[in-house]
């Protein structure tokens, strides 16, 4: 996971449109709605392994072409659209980049075990004081 914003800018390419939503008649006329295209294939910041941990990961979020696209219309502002695309598909390379750790399972020590089984005794003992006796 060594990229930056920097680097990654340079491989992706943007599409700008028309957005809908608030803006007045500012809507009419200005693209302000971005969409972001990545293309994992052709990356040379991520190797192989990363690619097809990628892949395999982002597989819902990939195009037809292998891309993955990212949009962005919340705000008013081309730039801020680009902005928050940029971020947002960061966060998403780097959550799928992610591998948990793998827990090691551990065993409960002789110890434990004996204070379980003892104190099992202590309460069944007690329990076996309560009862009535009809001898």
């Known amino acids: 996971m060594n990229f930056s914003k920097a680097a990654l800018q340079k491989e992706i390419s943007y ?13 009419n ?5 971005v969409e972001l295209l990545f293309s994992v294939e052709d990356s ?5 392994d990363e690619k097809t941990l ?3 990961k982002l597989q819902n979020r990939l195009n037809k072409d292998g891309y993955v696209q ?9 730039y801020l659209n680009k902005v928050k695309a940029l971020d947002r598909l960061v966060l998403l390379l780097t959550r799928s980049l992610h591998k948990p750790i793998v827990r090691k399972p551990s065993k409960v020590s002789k ?4 204070a379980r089984i ?9 329990k076996e004081n309560r009862r ?3 001898d």
């Not at 003892?118 to 007690?126: D, F, I, T, V």
Request: proline letters at 0%; a positive charge; glycine letters at 8%.
């Open 70 to 78: 990212v949009i962005c219309d919340e705000e008013r502002s081309q």
């Open 111 to 114: 110890a434990a075990k004996a």
């Open 15 to 27: 599409k700008t449109s028309r957005s809908g939503g608030k803006g007045g008649q500012n809507v």
């Open 44 to 48: 040379i910041l991520f190797d192989e």
């Open 118 to 126: 003892s104190s099992k005794k202590m309460n069944a003992a007690k």
């Open 54 to 56: 990628l892949k395999e």
């Open 132 to 134: 009535i006796k009809f």
């Open 29 to 33: 006329k200005v693209s302000t709605k």
